[in-house]
């Protein structure tokens, strides 16, 4: 391409290359304008030179019009694990992409079959993806509370093992560990690999191996401590190290309105774990053994907050390439390989259950563990790992009302005090969650179809 310009009595060539800019000067005679042909650029000074395109601007044009632009951006689409070959197929069939529907289920479907217009088409999606929306978040919601009712029962059913038939804590973990193998048909069902996808199997094994190790500390502190001062001090480790490693790992951050609610919930079990007055007077009178079996009771609740905290946050780095299936059954074989392993370092024993009840309450247990799970599990897909464990506080409280009913024991102030609290802190959380979302739809969509009738498009 080249453009003229009159300079005396020569004739200025100059042609524009992508990197480089010549010019060339002719000796001839200047060229002669054309009848009816106007050559002459703006110049400086002129009317409508800085309307003129420069050469910037022109190179800029040519480079958003190439046909090696179109082709490069026809190769950028990003290839994700869910659906970019549908999305290639819908391309080439020149049908336009819907947005789905987030969690599934009967809101799933999008646009109505009625619809008139292209307005109340998109308006009738709009409705469909926020109720699904609002439905799959009531539904998480659903399954981390049911997640953590699981859990209290998990802590009354060990304590019942162990006061009535002598079990083990760590050997509930690995007959529980045993049951659990059976969740390998589910990825073998979907086709998938049981140990992950290629290139996310250490990542995977590190989960499992964090998850289970938390599992071995938890209840290997029961041995040293209550049941109730064991599983309150982990679920408190296991909120506040979950928080600050999602924000040091994951750079995910809490909102202010949900630091307040998880402080107030830590609060709450800090003051479930106060001592009465009884245990103040008679751990003074205890010897240096009792207290340092307990400190190390106390150590390992705490640990196995940490290893929680890192297996939360791990899975949540991995939800998009590993499944509920194959990450319960991580868990499982590799609950098989630890727990054998802490039985013998703390030189716990092998008590079978004798009985139908204990085989009853050993089965109980292993429905309950795969039941609180799959709920958290599932929830640390669409939620931050410290709210999935703040709201599996409710533990505690359900511990105590179902200890009520069970065993004879009464609680003691602080105890109720600070259970109410929990009660109160996760029920705020997940009001704060649920209710604003249907009126955040609302205004989304009313704001798109203001969009859609204005006259700019």
């Known amino acids: 391409m080249e453009s003229t310009q009159l300079l005396g009595s020569s004739k200025k060539r100059v042609k524009i290359h992508p990197h480089t800019v010549t010019a060339k000067y002719a000796t001839h005679t200047p060229y002669s304008p054309q009848p009816g042909i106007h ?215 809490l909102g202010l309105s949900d630091g307040i609610t998880i402080a107030a919930g830590l609060c709450g079990l800090g003051l479930a774990l106060l001592p009465t007055t009884d245990e103040s007077e008679s751990d003074s009178q205890t010897d240096p053994v009792a207290f340092w079996r307990s400190a190390f009771g106390w150590s390992l609740s705490a640990l196995a907050g940490l290893w929680m905290a890192l297996a939360l946050v791990n899975y949540r780095s991995l939800k998009e390439r590993v499944g509920v299936g194959t990450a319960l059954f991580t868990v499982s074989w590799t609950g098989c390989l630890l727990a054998p392993t802490s039985m013998a370092l703390l030189q716990e024993g092998w008590s079978w259950p004798s009985g139908a009840p204990a085989w009853g309450l050993m089965l109980g247990l292993a429905a309950c563990s795969v039941g609180a799970f799959l709920g958290m599990t599932h929830a640390l897909t669409r939620l931050h790992p410290a709210l999935v464990s703040a709201s599996q506080s409710l533990e505690v409280p359900t511990a105590m009302l179902l200890q009520l009913a069970v065993l004879p024991a009464a609680p003691s102030a602080p105890v109720v005090v600070g259970d109410a609290m929990v009660v109160l802190a996760v029920g705020w959380l997940v009001a704060m969650k649920l209710l604003p979302s249907r009126g955040g739809g609302r205004r989304q969509r009313e704001e798109y179809e203001e969009i859609l009738d204005s006259p700019i498009k």
């Open 39 to 253: 050559t002459h650029f703006p110049q400086p000074g002129d009317d409508g030179y800085d309307d003129a395109p420069s050469f910037e601007d022109f190179g800029s044009f040519v480079e958003e019009t190439s046909d090696r632009k179109k082709l490069t951006e026809g190769r950028k689409w990003p290839r994700t694990l869910f659906g970019s070959r549908d999305k290639d197929k819908d391309r080439d069939k020149g049908t336009p992409l819907r947005p789905q529907a987030v969690g599934g289920g009967e809101g799933s479907e999008l646009g109505g079959g009625g619809a008139k217009g292209p307005a109340r088409g998109v308006g009738e999606q709009l409705a469909s993806f926020g109720e699904a929306s609002v439905s799959a978040s009531r539904l998480t919601w659903v399954g981390l509370l049911a997640a953590a009712l699981a859990h209290g029962c998990l802590i009354v059913l060990t304590r019942l093992a162990s006061e009535r038939f002598g079990l083990g804590p760590l050997f509930l973990l690995l007959v529980r560990s045993i049951v659990q193998l059976l969740s390998v048909a589910v990825p073998l069902q979907r086709g998938e690999n049981p140990f992950g996808p290629g290139g996310y199997r250490l990542r995977l094994f590190c989960y499992g191996v964090t998850y289970s190790l938390a599992l071995c500390c938890a209840y290997s502190s029961l041995t040293f401590v209550s049941t109730e001062d064991g599983m309150t001090t982990w679920r408190m480790a296991t909120t506040a190290l979950s928080a600050i490693l999602a924000f040091l790992l994951l750079e995910e951050r």
